[in-house]
């Protein structure tokens, strides 16, 4: 690849869509205003009657971040941090979300929880999700376990996969090709594809969609140093849905879902290694069903998977070659009914039950192997729980409800929720508030590995939000502030003896607090243009503060030049943070502080035949900004992407 033949594609791009401007509607506002949100309730409702600030990625949103990850796309969210979406391909991603951990962020694919029982935080690993397959995205924030359960602490990110078409026969194919170059190099070659293809298949009864995705990615090293080998990442995903209409008021679907993710791996900050390599192979397959009646609707949702990570780590001092073989299941069946009284009042009454358990065998064996192998890891819950949902006519709405988790080793542990929100009559403002907790039961790591400790208590979460969302200028403007305060007790923290340098999860005996502010601003300026900004403020404990910006703002524009081209462009800051990496050299952890950084992405697309043929242009890191997101961790420059779709 050229790089200044692309430099001069996009340049001609852009330069062509100013001939062709103003063809365009106002497709940009009109999507902004006609949101439709599922996260507060289960169960669809305009955006403007739910009590919280739902940040809900479309269709349209994902088109306009094009080259983009999942996580990278979910990264530009208010009071959102995915650590590690700009190195290599192959780093492991943490969420931290309003100074929280993973561990306290649930997420959902297609109405169902997604959960890794054998990880240390039991967090969905979103490397495995190709955006390619994402429709939509919902970031619902603060405590959230009583509708959705265990791990709900902090955020619940509500992803919807791509559906087929009713009465249609369509498909698509897409190739993208870009660089994978840090801030040193400046490699010309393709070493970032991208490809997959689509079908969908619908009559009155019965819709088919098949996709397949893959990934194949070369250039970095994932550990940041002079002259080390390359670390290879590859990644095939294939989903396949079908779904039948039984009768007007009956309807079946499933899924079948197959993810693989293979790639080198480096041993740590800074330590460069080529023995290590990882393999993840995941199969989710559920049976959902809807049944609607004069007063409401009845689901039942129900997921199985089977996930097995394999870890092949060479340890220097004795030469050896160590396996880690992971395996994990995980079952969930969610029954939930709504049933309207009228047209201002409905409730949502429902029951979930989820079965999780692990096994790890290590060769050469380990005290792991026999702590696992001997002990009952697996856990269950039975979870009855209920929503209350008052939409007035006079801008008062309320949503109460409440969960009694039932787990087999923690016993009963009760959480809710209080959110009322106002439209204050005659003015363009909606107040919003809101009460709730979470519960978060240790992972099966936690509880049983070589650094298990089967006393851990579950961690407690209280949030409280107070907010406001405002139009104006006949719409044109949206604003919304909201803050909130969280309060955690019980809180599992991994603790190394000073003087006999053992290991093991405790509870934290500090009751940790974290608060802050998250803004957001959309604006239509003139027609076919949309600016969007939004900004968090965090004040976090001591005990909290690792790679948390305390401040940190993300921009971007889009402009619809004609009904045919598009521009996108995103900007992000963020504030310097504290991290601490393990130093092979001297064997004890080092504490630093990591500066803060400024990024640019942009892109254009162009249809060259509408709904037909298109292709875009992106460059990330557009400046070529040195920066850190993980101490010891090589980080992306300026690299470009094109891509061409073909839909049929």
Known sequence: MNIKFIKWSVCATFLTSIVFAQEKKDSLRVTQLNEVVVSDTKFAQSKEKSGKIIDKITADDLQRRKGQSVATVLNQVAGVEINGNQTGNGMNVEYYIRGGRSRQVLIMIDGVPVTDASGSSMTYDLRLLPVDQVDSIEVMKGSSSTLYGSNAGTAVINITLKKARKENISGGAYFNLGTMNSVKDDKTSAQDFNQGFSFSAGSKKLTSYTSFNSTETTGLSEALGENFEIDHFSRVNALQKIGYQLTDKLSISSFFGYDKIKNKYDSGSFADEDKNSFLSEQFRTGLNSIYKYNKGELHINSSFSNLERLYNSYTAYNSTLNNYDYKSRHFNADVFNKYVINKQLFFVLGGQFQFMDMNNVTTPSSIYTVNVLNKNTKFNMIDPYTTFVYNSDFGLNVNVGARLNMHNVYGENLTYNI??????????????????????????????????????????????????????????????????????????????????????????????????????????????????????????????????????????????????????????YVDQRADRYYDSATFSSKNVVLSSYQLVHTNISFDILPNRLSVFGAVNNLFNKNFVEVSGFTTRGRNFKLGLHLQF
């Open 419 to 572: 959110n009322p929100s106002y439209k204050i009559k005659n003015l363009p403002v909606r107040i919003l508030s809101s009460l709730s907790t979470a519960f978060i039961t240790p992972s099966l790591y936690q509880l049983f590995s070589q650094y298990g400790n089967s006393e851990l208590k579950p961690e407690e979460n209280t949030t409280v939000e107070v907010g406001f969302e405002t139009e104006l200028l006949n719409k044109k403007v949206v604003i919304n502030a909201v803050g909130f305060y969280r309060e955690s007790k019980n809180r599992v923290d991994f603790y190394t003896n000073p003087v006999t340098f053992t290991s093991n999860y405790i509870n934290n005996d500090l009751l940790v607090n974290t608060k802050g502010i998250e803004t957001n601003v959309t604006i239509f300026p003139i027609k076919n243009v949309q600016l969007t900004g939004n900004y968090t403020y965090l004040q976090f404990s001591e005990e909290e503060n690792i790679r948390l910006p305390k401040h940190k703002a993300n921009a971007s524009i889009g402009v619809n030049f004609t009904k045919r081209i598009q521009w996108n462009a995103q900007y992000q």
